[in-house]
T-cell receptor, first 115, second 114 residues
Framework: DAGITQSPRHKVTETGTPVTLRCHQTENHRYMYWYRQDPGHGLRLIHYSYGVKDTDKGEVSDGYSVSRSKTEDFLLTLESATSSQTSVYFC??????????????FGEGSRLTVL | GNSVTQMEGPVTLSEEAFLTINCTYTATGYPSLFWYVQYPGEGLQLLLKATKADDKGSNKGFEATYRKETTSFHLEKGSVQVSDSAVYFCALSDRAGGYQKVTFGIGTKLQVIP
């Protein structure tokens, strides 16, 4: 199994507070992704990274920022959490090229509740 | 843009029944197609894939054929087990700018009853 660790796995916070979710990989994969999973929407891409300090927006990036200072770590920050950001967040990694292009390996998810 | 369409379910089957979960897609290029499975409380994991037209992906008794003429990638299994109860996601992958963009369907929940 791919070595991907998400932390925290569960978090309850209040509206307006900052929240940071961490994704750590031991596979040295180039690409890292943050998705959110919501009923009726499947998985939607928030942000992705294609290298250290190289990040870009996905389809639902408003209210989120990311940082990648090391190959193995990809942080997702909610500067001021809102109730609409209550969701399950998944980190994924990918080699991103060759025969395995498009194959994603997922972490176990972080369940965030914003009250 | 790219899109993937699948029914949300739930699909409820008796053990040993035949399973079909339909998936159709829209894409401008020549995408690779995937099925991912999510067991309760876990992240998604790759079930099978096909990278070009007429390819058949298979794994754990599941199979799906990449049909370019009907833009479909339906998932099938001849005899489901209770342990197959999970959410199944169809997905496509295509090169978009500088990265491999993966687009997911909404997921189909499968419940298998003894």
């Amino acid at each position: 199994d791919a070595g991907i660790t998400q932390s925290p796995r569960h978090k309850v916070t209040e509206t307006g507070t900052p929240v940071t979710l961490r994704c750590h990989q031991t596979e040295n994969h180039r690409y890292m992704y943050w998705y959110r999973q919501d009923p009726g929407h499947g998985l939607r891409l928030i942000h992705y990274s294609y290298g250290v300090k190289d990040t870009d927006k996905g389809e639902v990036s408003d209210g989120y920022s990311v940082s990648r200072s090391k190959t193995e770590d990809f942080l997702l920050t909610l500067e001021s959490a809102t109730s609409s950001q209550t969701s399950v967040y998944f980190c994924a990694i990918s080699e991103g090229s060759g025969r395995s292009a498009g194959e994603l390996f997922f972490g176990e998810g972080s369940r965030l509740t914003v009250l | 843009g790219n899109s993937v369409t699948q029914m949300e379910g739930p699909v409820t089957l008796s053990e040993e029944a035949f399973l079909t979960i339909n998936c159709t897609y829209t894409a401008t290029g020549y995408p690779s197609l995937f099925w991912y499975v999510q067991y309760p409380g876990e992240g998604l994991q790759l079930l099978l894939k096909a990278t070009k037209a007429d390819d058949k992906g298979s794994n754990k008794g599941f199979e799906a054929t990449y049909r370019k003429e009907t833009t479909s990638f339906h998932l099938e299994k001849g005899s489901v087990q209770v342990s197959d109860s999970a959410v199944y996601f169809c997905a496509l992958s295509d090169r978009a700018g500088g990265y491999q963009k993966v687009t997911f369907g909404i997921g189909t929940k499968l419940q298998v009853i003894p």
